[in-house]
C-alpha cells in the first residue's frame, strides 16, 4: 500500500495501533483497539438509504475516542520550562534540542545524554511542506533521508493515533461482531504537522511567521490528499478536524510546536455537539461569545488568528 519500494533495512513492521495499522501479524484482542463510544442517553440510532440502495447504520449524538494506544505517547515536555531568555540562547548557539521528530527530520534514531534513544527515525510522510510523498493508507513505516534545509514543515501520520487507519478485513469483521451496542471501530486519519527545525510550542513569539506559515501549507496540502485518497476507497461523509494542543494542560505531549488532523471515516457526521456549536457559530456572526470573550489570568482573547477563511481559537 506504499507508493515506494524501500530498503528492508530502511522498514519497520508496526507493532498494534502504531501509525493506526491493524493486521495479521500484530492484532492481539478488541481491548487494544480503538472505539468510537456514543453516550447512550444522547445518541439515535439512524438508518439511511444511501444513494437509494444502500442501508446504511449511523449513530447520531454524543461520542468519545477510547484509544489504548494514547497512553504510550513520549513526553518530550521538560520538567522545568525555561525562560525565554534560556531558549534564545539555545536556538541562537544553534545547539538541537532533541526530541522525538528529530529522528524523522535527520533520517535516524536520536539519543540523550544517557544514551537512551529518543526517537527511532521510521514515519510514514504525508506531505514535505506542499510535496506529496506516501500514500495516507501505506502501511509500511520507513526512514527518510535527511530534510533539507529549506524545508519548513513535514506531515506525517500519528504514530499513536485515536483511530485505525489500515486493517486488515478479516479482523475488521471479526471486531464488527464483538463490539458492544452503542460503539463502533474507530476508523480514520491522524496527521500531525511539525516544522523542520525545533521550535518551542510554548514560546509563540520566537516562531518565525513564515514557519507557521509553512505548518498550515502542508497541513492543507495534507488533507487534500488524505481526503482524495478516502473517496478513491468509497469513503465519504468525511470529517476534518485541524487543531492545536499546545501544552499538558490540554493534553500536549511534545515541546516542538505541531498540528494536527483528526480526518474521521466512520461515516456518522458531525456529532450533535459539535454540530450545535457550528449552528450557534453561524447564527451568532458578530456576536460569536467564543470570538469576544476572554480567559485567564492575563485575560487573553480566544481567538489568536482571523483570516478571510479561517478563524482560529
Known amino acids: 500500500m506504499s507508493d515506494k519500494k524501500y530498503p528492508e ?14 493486521s495479521e ?9 480503538p472505539v468510537k463510544r456514543w453516550d447512550p442517553l444522547a445518541t439515535v440510532f439512524i438508518k439511511t438509504k444511501e444513494f437509494g440502495l444502500q442501508e446504511k ?5 454524543h461520542y468519545s ?28 548557539e544553534e545547539l538541537a534540542i532533541k526530541d522525538v521528530f528529530l529522528a524523522v527530520t535527520e533520517g535516524e534514531p536520536v539519543y540523550d545524554e544517557l544514551g537512551n534513544q529518543i526517537g527511532d527515525g ?14 495516507p493508507f501505506s502501511d509500511i513505516p520507513h526512514r ?6 529549506r524545508c519548513k514543515a513535514i506531515t506525517l501520520i500519528n504514530r499513536y493515533p485515536s483511530m485505525v487507519r489500515v486493517i486488515n478485513e478479516k479482523i475488521r469483521a471479526q471486531i464488527k461482531g464483538e463490539l458492544p451496542s452503542g460503539s463502533k471501530l474507530a476508523q ?35 488533507i487534500l490528499y488524505a481526503v482524495e485518497e478516502a473517496i478513491n476507497k468509497d469513503y465519504y461523509d468525511i470529517i476534518v478536524t485541524p487543531f492545536f494542543n499546545i501544552g499538558r494542560m490540554v493534553g500536549g505531549s511534545q515541546p516542538r510546536i505541531h498540528s494536527q488532523v483528526y480526518i474521521d471515516l466512520s461515516g456518522d457526521g458531525h456529532g450533535s455537539r459539535f454540530e450545535s456549536h457550528l449552528k450557534a457559530f453561524k447564527e451568532r456572526g458578530d456576536n460569536c461569545h467564543l470570538c469576544t470573550s476572554k480567559h485567564g489570568e492575563e485575560n ?12 482560529y481559537f
Open 122 to 135: 521510521f514515519t510514514i510522510i504525508i506531505t514535505e511542506d506542499e510535496m506529496r510523498r506516501d500514500n
Open 57 to 61: 447504520k449511523r449513530y447520531y449524538g
Open 9 to 22: 533495512t530502511e522498514q519497520y513492521k508496526p507493532h498494534l495501533m502504531e501509525w493506526g495499522v491493524v
Open 65 to 92: 475516542y477510547i484509544s489504548p494506544i494514547r497512553g504510550k505517547r513520549p513526553s518530550g515536555f521538560r520538567e522545568s520550562i525555561p525562560k525565554r531568555s534560556e531558549l534564545e540562547k539555545e536556538l541562537m
Open 25 to 33: 501479524d500484530n492484532y492481539t484482542n478488541i481491548y487494544e483497539i
Open 188 to 222: 480514520g486519519i491522524n496527521l500531525v504537522t511539525v516544522s523542520r527545525k525545533f521550535y518551542p510550542a510554548l514560546d509563540f513569539e520566537s516562531i518565525p511567521e513564515e514557519i507557521l506559515h509553512g505548518i498550515f501549507l502542508s497541513m492543507k496540502s495534507a
Open 144 to 149: 527518510i533521508e535527511r530534510l533539507p534545509e
Open 300 to 311: 487573553y482573547s480566544r481567538m489568536v488568528l482571523e483570516t478571510e477563511y479561517w478563524i
